[in-house]
């Protein structure tokens, strides 16, 4: 592993780790918001161009509130998803998240899970936070059972809020505390 690699890893796996966002991520995010798929699963409606993705993540990496992380393969190294803390008020201890696997050939495959499996207890323990939330569309019913495996419990629907393909979705906000996360 490159010495600068190791210098960005956040979070070690088995057979992922997550690390810093950088500049040569950029066509990773160009690529991800531009699948059609992810777009969907992402409810992603706007269009991006590399200098807005490069302006986005200089944006992120000055937003005190939250951490952007991508995750990563042990095995070479490959950019396969993206995760991202937000919103994060230490006075009220809590936060949310989003999390996307974004190379369809790594989707189903348990890559997420363990991807969740990192970030979450680092949320509650390093963070300190005592609640995380985590907004999904309905129509992801893989990534709604796959938090509800987690502890994760759904706390409200806001109604029609995605307009995505000539039809409207309902947002679910999923909420987990400390106490309810289930650990593998």
């Known amino acids: 592993m490159s010495e600068q690699i190791k210098s960005l ?4 796996g088995e057979r992922i780790f997550l690390r810093r966002i950088t500049d ?6 160009l ?4 699948d059609p798929k992810i777009r969907r699963l992402t ?4 269009f991006f161009t ?18 952007d992380l991508v995750i990563c393969l042990k095995s070479d190294f ?3 998803g993206d995760l991202a803390i937000m919103d994060v008020d230490y006075r009220e ?3 949310s998240f989003r999390i996307a696997i974004a190379d369809e050939a790594y989707m189903s495959n348990g890559y997420g899970s363990e991807a969740l499996h990192l970030i979450i207890p680092y949320m509650f323990n390093t963070l300190n936070l005592r609640k995380i939330n985590i907004n999904v569309y309905a129509y992801n019913e893989r990534a709604i059972k796959t938090y ?4 994760f419990l759904r706390e409200g629907v806001i109604r029609e809020d995605l307009y995505f393909d000539g039809e409207y979705h309902d947002n679910i906000l999923m909420g987990l505390f400390k106490h309810e996360y289930i650990p593998r």
Do not use: H, N
Not at 24 to 29: A, I, K, L, Q, S
Not at 31 to 34: D, G, L, R, T
């Open 9 to 12: 890893k956040y979070l070690d």
């Open 24 to 29: 040569t991520d950029v066509d990773y995010f």
């Open 31 to 34: 690529k991800a918001v531009s």
């Open 43 to 46: 409810g992603t409606t706007s």
């Open 50 to 67: 590399k200098p807005q993705i490069e302006q986005a993540i200089e944006k992120w990496s000055l937003d005190d509130s939250r951490i």
């Open 78 to 80: 490959k950019v396969i």
């Open 93 to 95: 201890r809590k936060g």
């Open 148 to 151: 509800e495996k987690l502890g």
